[in-house]
């Protein structure tokens, strides 16, 4: 990729605002490149597949939007090296990545909003007006409010740290350690009982902050075998009486019911540690978290 393809791409982008399919007009008026040079360039992104042609004109792909968030990491020299993915059979949309200053991290990929379906009625219908911009708008707001999310919470509650975010792409603190549902709780150094209760901890320090997780469970706890854990997977957190204001969304806030969302987190890891002797009633806990 050259500099004038990085141009052209980000003029796509930008065009996405205002249409479905860019026509080639308008990409000419904007880039100023001359016929020649710009059929060459677009051809050049149709060919790396960042972008795709129709009868009406050009559009962004997705992996022409991967391709610019990863330039910006890598023009703000925050990241040296992308990896593979995280984890096995994987949807594929965490990656391991390598830090300018040679740390490593995690590089989380949003795509297509696929929480935005937690995010309310009005949210569905504010983006169903606006369907050609739908992915890039919903995919970049997603990754936007888990980043403020994590900003809210870090370093108080174990949660990743956030390190940067571009367009749907984030870059988060990495834990070498595998999803809870994975390890043999007993194998590791940490009681059970004990890590219950660490755990309920930070969900109420969460929600002290003005978080609900809401999509908590053994799979969205990540732990090692020294037993230290992250609370990891943010994006559809609830908002304790807005407290926490991290949502811009253009239209009037949705009300969650949030003793509903609350309990049913406390009941998925209730359930998980069931096996391991864990038996506490749902009303303590509940009572427990939400006491000041
Ligand atoms: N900070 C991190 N450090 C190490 N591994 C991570 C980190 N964040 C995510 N992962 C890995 O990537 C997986 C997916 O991450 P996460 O749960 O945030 O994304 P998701 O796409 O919302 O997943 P899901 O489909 O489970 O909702 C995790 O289950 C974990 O294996
Ligand atoms: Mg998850
Ligand atoms: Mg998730």
Redesign the pocket.
Known sequence: MEENDWKLLRIVEISMKNHEWVPIQDLKRKTGFHEKELAFRISRLNKFRFTNKSNYGYRLSHYGYDALAMNAFIKKELITGIGGK??VG??G??YHVLLTNTREA?L?LHILGRTCFSMGKRYREYLANKRHISWLYASRLTAEREFNILSHLFPIVKV?EPIEQNRHALI????HGE?LKRVDVEKLDVNPEELFMKIIKEVKKAYSLGFIHG?LSE??V?INSEGDF?I??WPQAIEVGKKGKVDKLPFEEVEYDEEFYLKRDLENLLRYFKKYGVDESLDKLYNYVIEK
């Open positions: 995280v984890g994987k949807e949309n965490v995690v989380k990743p988060i603190g990495k834990l999803e999509d799979f969205n990540l992250l990891i997977d």
